[in-house]
């Protein structure tokens, strides 16, 4: 069985893409093998959450450097649930 030439298989994932909201199928397909996964990551981190990316950090990862004149709350859940507030002022 011959494979898919890549730019047809671009061509459905961006379909499938623009079909559906879900990412599920997508990161199923790019499982298959190497060249699905390079063609499909694209479309996978197209519309990532920064804060879901925010809430695998762990949670000592914060760090702020002071400057003059700065205030900054940040607000996150970790894993378990537990909100946590950082604070800094000047």
Request: proline share 2%; hydrophobic share 50%.
């Amino acid at each position: 069985m011959e494979a898919l030439p890549a730019d047809v298989l671009d061509i459905v994932l961006a379909f499938v893409d623009d079909l559906t909201l879900e990412r599920v199928f997508i990161a199923r397909a790019v499982r298959v093998s190497r060249l699905w996964y390079e063609l499909g990551t694209k479309y996978l981190w197209k519309s990532v959450h920064l804060l879901a990316v925010l809430r695998l950090l762990p949670d000592d990862a914060w760090c702020f450097c002071e400057r003059e004149h700065i205030s900054l709350t940040v607000s996150y859940s970790n894993a378990s649930g537990i909100q946590s507030d950082i604070k800094t002022s000047r």
